[in-house]
């Protein structure tokens, strides 16, 4: 019989939907800390008593309830469409005209809380209920003295007149509703008793919320300030204004307040080309897409070497040179853009990096590849050789193995003794290294297995490769293996290749290891080249990357030409400086000065970004006191968590700036240490996401779900059948055995067939009893939702379960999601964040 609004809406969005015509709605602060408490509110005129609360309620009396006050939802942080880099806020009407397409980026755009509206409304923007129960917009007092000093809402200054009017007027509810405005007046604080006028009448102007960023209420304009202040207040000082550029906006859609006063609603566009066709434009102008490059990005542009080396420090704009660079040679030069292929370690990056390409070049038949190593040799394989095997998660390799070490006959051990685990995974690790480097069972493989382990390893090794034959199981290593020995066997698909892909550009170079070096040779040879990385980060040397491929690439193309990029545009100097005395005392050992680089000053990056925090150097006595500490800080950048933290003195009201949770990023050198912060945000209510596939997709539930989306998919390993068979039981295991399992497929597969990935996952959860599995447990649960999402961007099963064999640990995290981010030192290698430990 009652709902409740939530901070993301109000009355007038309620009252559009008529399906919610019978329901009372309330509305409630968060308790996120003491001051927000009454900025959301419903109003009662009854007996202070749940019995009278609940009996207005549920007979909806218009006189025992008179209605809610609500703070304006456009201030939150999702109420319109939009893209937060792009600095574009769309109403749904505009949304629904450009295709939900973002005019700036090409991409999709966060669609806000008002677009859902939109889809569920039954009733036009506007619309008010008869013998409706009362409804006030209200801005917090501390907010309105925010605006009126310009300084933060936290501040000393701002909480000296909080308290300065709460003791003249009383409560803050009866300040914004209730007290004249000549008794405002007497409170004595500048502006106040205008801008509450300004408040009840609705003059005010808003900035809504999109993509992530707060939406802003403005009482007052600059000019009205400086008038008010001539009159009134000779004394009162203004901040000094902002020598800030500020775009043009205009007015999108307006709202009813209080007293149906229209506020000014804005967006942050200052153009929006209405255009369904717009993705047929002609491409953008070499002229236009070059606009802000620096000389050395320039330089990169518009050479036109055969082979190009760019040396790019971290924060450099490599990415915008590489979509600078791929965009000219197709809108300048008409190269076709079905020739160029962009090579990346991430599904991340590869994405990141077409979107960006799609931005500047029109859509057409053929289009720029973007992949990554793995990826682009897996889809050559699937064309030339019709390859089908299942790609082997870690579970699927350890599996393997240890099936393996359990015969005698491979590996001779002491009667009673079981295979270490650890044992285990060395010899996956060593197996991986082997094929970096190109190494079969039979071959040399001095350097990489101790001379008393070669004479098992080489057998285990061998057995390993017969059994993936035998269950149609390949790794993923074995992808770039199985192309460099496809094109070394096959000189026709090595030419085809290379006919087809004359351009090919290369990020993270430094990153290579032995097989994505050799690939890099045999598709290059005599075709245009661009890499791009920074030997400074090459971290990967445990996978088998070298960084020396990065300097030797002068010697494999001797005509290159050698660019550096060293101006910084994301990180302040401070945090430049502090990275670069680190750099170079390593350089100076022995051990990194022989792949050093020779000049370390010439490589060094710099910013224009001089303002910043100095580095926190902070040490504890233990880890589990570090991660304590840390979530400390947390709590304390979010404005605190809960009421504990503001009695106990944890949060300090005196910083100006809150940062959401998807702000911080915890960075450590193993997954292990990972569980001490898990344990402790668990315990402190801090919500987290950790960087690790295994976590994520190891989980009970999830774990079957991938098995028999393989099975009928017809891609399954015998421990996709062991998993199936656990779930169902030992007993249903052998009749399903003697059945060869066709019984229980016919079953599954009834209704499936011409189903989406989506509802496929959700009928095989529900015939084989994982839903309930999944439901009890609401991390299971959002990571389903997660990957019924991923799922439905496949058009079959092999599909999706490929691109999930694909994605690396950095490919797990949500950027969008109200999370810290949980990450090892490798896996947040390319990602930013506001705050980092």
Known sequence: FAVETGLSSDLPMNWRVKNLDHLSFISNSDAHSPRFVGRNASVFNTDLSFAAIRQALEKNDLERYKGTLDMYPHQGKYHYDGHRKC????????????????????????????????????????????????????????????????????????????????????????????????????????LLAEAVKKMRT?????????????????????????????????LFDLAPRKNKAVKKVKSARKIKSAKKAKPKIKTRQDKIIVNKNQTNQKPVKPKDLLTGLNPEQQRAVDSSARAMIIQAGPGTGKTRTLTAKIAHLV??????????LALTFT????????????????????????????????????????????????????????????KKTVVKRAKGEKVKIKTIRKIDSLISLCKQNLLSPGD???????????????????????????????????????TVNMFCDDKDILSKIKEKYLYVFIDEYQDL??????????????NHIVVIGDPDQAIYGFRGSDNKYFKCFADDFPDCEMIKLNKNYRSTQTILDASFQMIAKKTESKKISDIGV??????????????????????TATEYAEAVAIGKMIEKLVGGISFFSMDAGKIDLDGQKEYAFSDFAILYRTSKQCETFIKVFEQEGIPFQ?????????????????????????????????????????????????????????????????GNNETCIKIICEKTGLKEIIDKDNKTKQIFDQLLSFAGLYNDFKSFLDAVALNQDADIIEYKTQKVSLLTMHTAKGLEFPVVF
């Open 598 to 619: 020779p000049n370390r000053e010439a490589d060094r990056v710099f910013s224009d970004i001089k303002e910043g925090k100095k580095l926190i150097i902070k040490e």
């Open 347 to 406: 599904n991340k990056a590869a994405k990141e990096l077409e979107l960006r390409i799609e931005k500047y070049l029109p859509r057409s038949k053929s289009t720029v590849l973007s992949a990554t190593f793995h990826s682009f040799c897996l889809k050559l394989l699937k064309q030339y050789k019709d390859f089908n095997a299942v790609i082997a998660d870690a579970d699927l390799r350890t599996a393997l193995i240890k099936k393996i070490m359990a």
């Open 87 to 190: 600095n574009i806020c769309l109403n749904p009407a505009t949304t629904a005209k450009i295709d939900g397409i973002c005019p700036e980026c090409g991409r999709k755009v966060t669609y806000g809380v008002l677009n859902r509206v939109q889809e569920l409304a039954t009733r036009p923007e506007g619309y008010v209920p008869q013998n409706r129960h009362g409804f006030k917009s209200i801005i917090p007092l501390a907010d309105i003295l925010s605006e009126i000093f310009e300084v933060g809402p936290k501040t000393k200054k701002v909480t000296g007149y909080y308290n300065q009017a709460i003791k003249a007027l009383g409560p803050e509810l009866g300040i914004l509703l209730d007290s004249s405005f000549d008794e405002i007046e007497k409170a004595n604080i500048p």
């Open 444 to 482: 040399d493989l001095k350097g990489f297995v101790e001379k008393q382990e070669m004479d098992d390893f080489q057998k285990i090794y061998s057995k390993y490769q017969s059994l993936c034959k035998e269950q149609n199981v390949a790794d993923f290593e074995d992808l770039i293996f199985m």
């Open 331 to 340: 809108s300048d030069k008409n190269i076709d853009p079905g020739s160029i």
């Open 202 to 234: 609705g003059d005010i102007s808003i900035d809504p919320g999109f993509d992530g960023e707060f939406g802003k209420v403005k009482i007052f304009s600059r000019e009205e300030k400086e008038i008010l202040r001539g009159e009134k207040y000779l």
């Open 513 to 526: 290891n032995f097989g994505q070096y050799e690939l890099v040779k045999l598709l290059c040879n005599n």
């Open 690 to 754: 950790a960087a690790d596939k295994k976590n994520i997709y190891d989980i009970d539930g999830i774990k079957q779900l991938f098995s028999f989306c393989r099975i009928i998919s017809k891609s399954a390993s015998s421990l996709d059948f062991d998993i199936a068979s656990d779930h169902f039981g030992q007993e249903v295991y052998k009749k399903d055995i003697e059945n060869s399992w066709e019984t229980r497929l016919n079953n599954l597969l009834h209704g499936i067939q011409n």
